[in-house]
Structure formats: C-alpha cells, structure tokens
C-alpha cells in the first residue's frame, strides 16, 4: 500500500473490530464463569438451611438495644424477649395454633439478673401473639402453684383425646402437665416411665423431643439421641428402641458425638425428621427416616449461626453467637416457621445486668418445598 492509498478510516474501523472482539470476548467469558457458578450453586444439594425465608419487620430494626453490636440491626417484635432486658432471659419455644386463632408459645424464663446459669432455676412460661412470627406476650407461670412454676427443656404438643401437654425436663424428671385449654389451668399428670431394658439408660430425661406419630404412638427423642416410643400413652411405659442414632451414621459429623443436643423430632412429608445441635462446633444437622426409627440418612447443614441465615425482607442480616433449642412449627402438613433460642454472646461470658442476654426468635421456613425436594 502507499502512502496515497492510505486510509485512516480502514485502520480505526480495524481497531474498533478487534476492540469490539475482544470486548465480546470479555463479556462471554464473564458470563460463561458466571453460568458455572450458577451452575454450581443449582447442583449443589439443597438443605435444610436454604429453606429459611426471611423474616417480616414487624416493629423497626434497632441497634440501640440489648445485645452485642455483632447482631446487628434487628426487630425486638420478632418472637419473645424482654426488650429492657432488666427481668428476663428466654430459652426453648413451641408454638401450637389455638382455636382463638392466636399462637402460643411455651418457653423458659429466668432471672437475667443471674446470668444465662440462671436456667438450673428456670420457670415454664406462656406466651401468646396474634402473628406467627411475635410479638409474642408473656402471660406468666404455666404452672405457679408447682414448685413455683420449675420448668426446663420446655416443649408442648396436641394430645390425640383433644387435650394439650407440656413436657418439662433436665430440671425435672420428664414432667407431663396437660389442660384442655391452651390458656390452662395445667394438671400435672405424672412423669415418663422408661421400661427396662438393654437400652434403657439411653432414655433419661434430657432434651426432651416428643410428638404423637401417625400410627398413634407417641415418640420422644432425647439428648442421648436414642429413640423411645410408647404404645400406652404419654407417660409409656417407652420402650428404647435401640442404641443412638449418632454414631457411624454417614455424612454426620463424628468429632464431638458427645455435644449433640436439643434434638426436635417431627413428621412432614412422609419422612421422619430429627435436626440436632451441635453445641460446641454451633452448628446443626438434619437427619430422616422413613419409619421414625431405623435407617436414619444425614441430609446436611441445618443451621450455622455464621452465615447470612437469620435475615429481614429488607436484606438485613443477624448473626447470634449461639442458636440452639430448635423447634417447628407446622402448617397444613408442613414446617411454616422454626423457633430458635438465641444469646448474643458466649454463654459463660453473660454474667447478668450486663446489656447481654437471650431470646427466642420465629424465622418463616419453607417446608413444603422442602418435603417436595426430599421425595
């Protein structure tokens, strides 16, 4: 080419040709790379974790409350807590739908004052709100007139003759009390008998878990992750049904088989479901089975208190030190929200009066997609 045959405008469009290329070849790759995350993120297996859906702001997120700024943001109106805490800590939670229409929570109390060891004095409470979520309002002692309301590991079910029960343990021998209102007045009708047996020291009252299961029997999970079941009512006797669930179940972790704690055990979508806490490593894990007893599967990551899990319609997020004492509420066949107890800090650094202290929160949970996921 000559100097007279040169054209600028052949030369930029050039320049722009191979920019545009290259620039086409940027954004194919970005988006290739994006895709395979994607596409990562969709073959990964779901969970129970991915189930949790956020939480509505029922009040205003607040920072100028009680607890440690690492919580963040949040809603003193989700749940059950005392917002001054100046009088109480909470732990457990159950929440059964009434005929009024309202929910009712049945929880643990005790003097924040003394710190959170102040639960080897632990009250049984009831609270009630007109949401699912809270606020939830303490109506006071379940039972103030028996052993001045004492009552640990709180938990509470539907009886199948219509009446209700709350199962009290570890600060009492599994207690039963029952009532035909979820308002009370609450009976005491005995303590759990555990028939004798190989197993049978498997079967001591301690985190208790209980539900009526479909066939009419009742069922209870406790701490030692053994499972118990009792064809003659509430009170059993239970038979245990075998040794723990825990060990050389595959995919669980087996490290510290000896922190697992606070078992909830429930039927949804034809599966048997157990998530158990795991205390020291504050995470937790979902397990089934298709008869509630045998063949128990580890479905995987139940909660982990450092990830973005507890988290609001506006995007806000909480991080608790610890959660612990799951518990579910179903609807229509399903898990529609989860109660967890949660504390801001280490236990033993909350010393009482000190701006720290616990609560329970009510997250929404999606467990029909769930139940569907899992057939």
């Known amino acids: 080419m000559s100097w007279f045959h040169f054209r600028p405008s052949k030369i930029v469009g050039s320049a722009a040709a191979v920019a545009g290329v290259a620039c086409l070849t ?24 991915d ?11 607040s920072t100028d409350i009680w607890g440690a700024a690492a919580v963040g943001p949040r809603d003193p109106n989700n749940g059950l807590e005392d917002p001054t805490m100046t009088k109480w800590d909470y732990w457990d939670g159950k929440i059964i739908k009434g005929p009024d229409h309202k929910y009712h ?7 924040q004052g003394r710190g959170h060891n102040g639960w080897f004095g632990s009250r049984a409470v009831h ?19 028996n052993e001045g ?9 539907a009886l199948p003759d219509g009446r209700y029960a709350i199962v009290v343990s570890e600060t009492r021998p599994g207690d039963v009390f029952v009532s035909k209102s979820l308002d009370g007045p609450w009976e005491q009708l005995g303590s759990i008998q555990v028939a004798p047996g190989p197993y049978s020291g498997l079967g001591r009252m301690s985190n208790v878990s209980i539900m009526v299961r479909p066939d009419g029997d009742f069922e209870i999970v406790p701490r030692s992750g053994a499972v118990l079941i009792s064809k003659t009512g509430i009170l059993g006797p239970y038979t245990v049904q075998g040794p723990s669930i825990y060990p050389n179940l595959p995919g669980l972790p087996q490290d510290h088989l000896g922190n697992l704690e606070d ?23 979902h397990l089934t ?17 450092t990830t973005d899990m507890v988290r609001y319609t506006d995007g806000s997020v909480n991080h608790w030190n610890k959660m612990e004492r799951p518990n ?13 107890a949660v504390i801001d800090i280490p236990k033993e650094q909350e010393h009482g009066n000190d701006h720290h202290g616990s609560k329970i929160i009510v997250i929404p949970f999606n467990g029909a997609a769930m139940d569907r996921d899992l057939k």
């Open 51 to 61: 189930y949790f859906r956020p939480m509505p702001i029922t009040g205003r997120l």
């Open 328 to 340: 579910v509420y179903i609807e229509d066949g399903h898990v529609a929200a989860v109660t967890l």
């Open 26 to 49: 940027i954004i194919g790759c970005w988006l290739g790379r994006a895709a395979k995350a994607a596409g990562a993120k969709a073959d990964r297996p779901r969970t129970f974790i």
């Open 149 to 157: 309301g004492k009552g640990h590991n709180v938990t509470a079910l």
């Open 263 to 285: 078992p909830v055990v429930w039927f949804s979508g034809g599966l048997y479901h157990i998530v158990v806490n795991n205390w020291s490593d504050r995470k937790a894990y």
């Open 289 to 305: 089975s298709k008869d509630g007893i045998t063949d128990w599967k580890f479905q995987g990551l139940a909660y982990d208190p």
């Open 127 to 145: 609270a009630v709100s007109d949401k699912l979520t809270g606020p939830y309002v303490d109506e006071g002692l379940c039972w103030p007139d």
């Open 105 to 111: 929570m049945f929880a643990s109390r005790w003097d």
